[in-house]
């Protein structure tokens, strides 16, 4: 049996992390017409921080208050790629969209409690697909750019 308190703070460090790693990247990118879209992603990710807390304190647990190890590694990661440029920033960027992607179809998959499948599928999925999106498009956007 898969615990949803566990579930649901695993998730809840991916999102920290996220808001930490667009924190560096907003500073750090050369490229400040771009800043709105990284701060747009960066919000998105601050919502669903806070809508995890919220659940799991609803279902009587603890929410997580770090990004746990995935966070320091791409904390250092971010500050690797900034030095490179824009685009390897947010190659780093969709990477861990794709990784927050991955987890959220994961935890919707390993998940028995009803209550919260629908709660991930319903309302942190969609967000997660979209910030992805908009990343995606904005990695694009940067390969046309010489």
Request: aromatic fraction near 6%.
């Amino acid at each position: 049996m898969h615990n949803p308190i566990d579930c649901l703070n695993g998730l809840l460090r991916g999102e920290i992390s996220a808001v930490e790693t667009y924190e560096q990247a907003i500073e750090k990118f050369k490229t400040k017409r771009y800043s709105p879209i990284l701060s747009e992603c960066q919000s998105e990710h601050e919502e669903r921080v806070l809508r995890l807390r919220s659940k799991i304190e609803s279902l009587g647990g603890q929410p997580a208050q770090r990004a746990g190890a995935w966070g320091a590694f791409a904390k250092f990661l971010e500050g690797s790629a900034a030095l490179l440029g824009d685009k390897p920033s947010v190659d780093l960027l969709e990477e861990g969209e794709d990784h927050g992607l991955k987890a959220y179809k994961d935890e919707c998959a390993k998940c028995d409690n009803p209550e919260v499948r629908t709660f991930i599928e319903s309302e942190l999925l969609p967000g997660q697909e979209r910030t992805h999106s908009t990343l995606h498009a904005l990695k694009a956007k940067l390969e046309e750019t010489p």
